[in-house]
């Protein structure tokens, strides 16, 4: 993707498939900002007195990590002092950039694109509970017991991948399996011994 439509997607309204269908979506950061705290609504019967207002601590805290990301970044390349952080992403995705600072910026804004959207759409994962990780050992791990194995195996919320394009991952140990390849080892090591 280019620094230019990054930019864009990060700011300004656009197009998006959803679900196998196309329609506009607002721009990332706005969605960000949304998310960060909801309207306030006025109580029941129609009295004035109004509901607070509830903070989503992990949007704010990614909207602050992003910010204290890019305007810096303006900063050194511009010269001056920053503006809002969505008028620093558009001039960004709108002047050119030496090679370096180009680069740099579309990795920043890349980043930001992405945690954006897994925080907003979080994937889809299948957990493999009870399964023994072929790494670790383990089925669970961490002082809740979480499970270890989780499958990213759907294309979307109906749409099951076929099993040489999923991936698996251990949040015990971190290891991971993708590919038919390592797909293919990974079921043998997960098989019963008894098979």
């Known amino acids: 993707m280019t620094l230019r439509s990054l930019a864009q997607e990060l700011t300004e309204p656009h197009l998006k498939s959803i679900g196998g269908r196309i329609g506009k979506v607002p721009s990332l950061l706005s969605e960000l900002r949304d998310a960060v705290s909801g309207s306030s609504d006025t109580g029941a019967g ?3 007195s109004k509901q607070r207002i509830l903070v989503n601590a992990t949007a704010l805290e ?5 910010d204290e990301t890019i305007k810096p970044g303006y900063s050194d390349r511009f010269g001056q ?5 969505e008028t ?5 995705g709108k002047n050119p950039h030496e090679a370096d600072w180009e680069l740099w910026f579309t990795e ?8 954006i ?11 493999l509970d009870g399964i023994t990780c072929p790494s670790c050992q383990q089925k669970v791990f961490g002082t809740e017991r979480e ?8 294309l979307d919320n109906d749409t099951l991948l076929p099993p040489s394009e999923w991936s698996v991952e251990c949040k015990g140990c971190t290891a991971t399996w993708k590919g038919q390849k390592e797909m293919g080892w990974l079921l043998v090591a997960l098989a019963p011994d008894d098979c």
């Open 46 to 48: 129609g009295s004035t």
């Open 62 to 66: 990614l909207l602050k990590k992003i």
């Open 81 to 85: 002092s920053p503006p809002t952080l």
């Open 88 to 92: 620093c992403v558009e001039l960004i």
């Open 108 to 115: 920043k804004l890349e980043w930001a694109k992405q945690e």
């Open 117 to 127: 959207e897994t925080m907003l759409r979080p994937k889809k994962l299948r957990r």
């Open 147 to 154: 499970t270890c194995l989780y499958a990213d195996c759907w």
